[in-house]
Each structure stands twice: as structure tokens, then as C-alpha cells.
């Protein structure tokens, strides 16, 4: 059923780009197997647009965009959200600023944010790909550009760009500093097969994002026996360098990364928590051993662990144990100051 779904689809892809570092491409284009272009040829979703891989070209006259699709990638797009129905990829995040102009990220003649307003709501889905385009990420550290994710803001949803500009839209959440490419061929797949994508609280599937990095960490068994005070060297757990596995979601350790090559942990780097909503403020230093012990809220790594892995194992609670872990109150605008 989900094959012929797919394959009754045949749905155009618009992938823009707002503010952010274009490394969620970057990590699509390197997905592997299958490489990105039969992904979607299977999955039948035609990449009609996409703002950094196609060549922007077409002259302007009088400030608007002239001639056909063909000869201006102005002229595409529009015609494009004129025809409505299309998935819309976000990468990157919204910035409202300067004085609400949007004008920090501009997207040819007009703001990103002017571009978001007018292609979001003739989209059938919206899939915000990345921690900048779900949560606001890294751009949302500088508090000049007011950026925002599509439908949250940091942890919060009432403050997301779809919020802020009174649309209204399914958006489903793909975080990641970059993206994985699998969990955003796999959502795209879901989407076209018109299956619900069962989401947790912060908008994420919780296929890819219910078990700590930690639960299933390489390293965990060092950690289990109180080795946890491993060198970026060494095979040992990487908690005292500041590791936030216990209250990272992501299934990293199992799918791993690059080919399935390897992931953060097991290659000696500590988790820093990329696909949690208050990345990167609320995990700054990231390889701190004293300030990021700020993230588990006083609590005893141990007993947050315990209560993770014993929330997973009753199926629920977790996101209650993990908005007590983590929090949001102020220390994201400390990170922000650093
Ligand atoms: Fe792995 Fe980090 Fe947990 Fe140690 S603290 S077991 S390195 S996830
Ligand atoms: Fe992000 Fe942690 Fe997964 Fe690495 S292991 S990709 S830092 S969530």
C-alpha cells in the first residue's frame, strides 16, 4: 500500500534556503545509499527547486523577474507556488529582523521571511530540515536577527515563524546539525505514502528521536562501569568532556552516520545534543566539564540516566524527564552571550 501511494505521488519538491550554513544539503547530497537523486527519483518526488543546487539565472526588468521558467529561476518558483500542492523543504531559519523587515537574509530581491510567507501555505506538507529551520539553531543565538524555526522557537511553539505570521500548515520537524539524510528521505517517503508521521512534542518523528544517544552509546558500557572520564583518545565514556548523550534524542548510535561509518560518540567527539531544541545555547561549552553540567539541572547524571532508560522501557514520560533535564529558562541566553 505504502509502495503504490508513493507511487501515485509524483509531488514537486521546493526546498528553500534561510539562514543558515547550507550543511543540511551538503549532508543530503552525501546520504549514500541510495544517492539523494534515486532516493527521490523511488520515492517519486521531482526536485523542482532547490535554492542552492539549481543555477539561479534570469534577468530582472523594473525590479520584477522577467521571461519564462525556463530562462529565470525567479519566474520557476513563482510559477511553482502558484500551482500549489508541493512539498516544501526548509533549511535554514527565519530572521525577522532588522525592525521586522526580515532583510538579514535575503533571498534574491526579497527577505527570506517575505519568500517563507509566500510559499508556505500552497504547500501540502511543510518539513523543516535541521535544527535552524525547526528550532532557529544557530542563527537564533544572535538575538539581532530575531530568527525563528517554522514552528518553533527554541522550545517554544507559540513563537515559530508559522505562529508569528498567522499560517497555518503541517510542518514536521527534521533536526540535526546537519540533518541525517535518512531521516529526511524517510520522512519525505512517509509524507508522499500520506502516512501520519507520529511526531513528539517538539514536532520530531519519534521513529528517529525517542532514545537518548546515551542509551545506546558505544561508549556506554564504559560509562556503566564508572569509566567516565575518557580522553577524545581513548575508548573510554566521554561524560567528563562534556558529553550530552544523556539528553540527546536521536537514534545516532544505532543508524550512525555517513554510510553508517560511524557516529559522534563512537569517533571520540562528545554528543552536543544537535537535534534538541535549545541547541546550541542551552549546550555551550560544548566540551566543558563544569559549566555544560548545567544542562542536567543539579540532577545526578546517574539518576537522569536511570530515569531515561526507565522511561523508554514503560513507553512514557520521556520528554516530561527531558524538559526536566534540560530546560530552557535563561540558560539559553547564556549560551547565546558567549
Ligand atoms: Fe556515550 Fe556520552 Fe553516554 Fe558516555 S555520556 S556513554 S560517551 S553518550
Ligand atoms: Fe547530534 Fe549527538 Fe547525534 Fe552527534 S550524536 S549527530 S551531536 S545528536
Partial sequence: ??????????????????????????????????????????????????????????????????????????????????????????????????????????????????LFIEAAPGASCIVAAGTCAAYGGVSRLFSTAEAAGVSF??????????????????????????????????????????????????????????????????????????????????????YALGCKGPVAYADCPTRRWNGAASMCTQAGGPCIACVEPSFPGAFMPFFSTGESRDVFSDLNVDDVAKVIVGAAVVGAGIHAVKRLAIGESGREEKGGRK
Fill in 1 to 114: 500500500m505504502v509502495a503504490a501511494a508513493i507511487a501515485d505521488s509524483n509531488k514537486k519538491l521546493v526546498w528553500l534556503r534561510g539562514s543558515g550554513c547550507g550543511g543540511c544539503t551538503a549532508s543530503l547530497l552525501n546520504g549514500g545509499n541510495p544517492d539523494v537523486l534515486s532516493a527521490l527519483e523511488k520515492i517519486r518526488l521531482e526536485p523542482a527547486y532547490h535554492d542552492e543546487l539549481m543555477l539561479q539565472q534570469g534577468m530582472f526588468v523594473d525590479g520584477s523577474p522577467a521571461g519564462d521558467s525556463t530562462h529565470n529561476s525567479n519566474v520557476l518558483l513563482q510559477d511553482l507556488i502558484d500551482a500549489e500542492g508541493y512539498v516544501l523543504v526548509v533549511e535554514g531559519a527565519i530572521p525577522d529582523g532588522p525592525e521586522g523587515s526580515g532583510r538579514y537574509c535575503m533571498s534574491g530581491a526579497m527577505s527570506f521571511k517575505e
Fill in 153 to 238: 522557537a527554541g522550545t517554544s511553539k507559540g513563537q515559530g515563524a508559522m505562529a508569528r505570521y498567522g499560517l497555518e500548515n503541517t510542518v514536521i520537524n527534521v533536526p540535526g546539525c546537519p540533518t541525517h539524510p535518512e531521516w529526511l528521505l524517510l520522512v519525505l517517503a512517509d509524507v508522499l505514502a500520506g502516512r501520519d508521521v507520529d511526531l513528539d512534542v517538539y514536532g520530531r518523528p519519534k521513529a528517529f528521536f525517542s532514545a537518548a544517544v546515551h542509551d545506546s552509546c558505544p561508549r556506554r558500557g564504559a560509562y556503566d562501569r564508572a569509566g567516565r572520564d575518557g580522553r577524545f583518545s581513548d575508548g573510554g565514556c566521554l
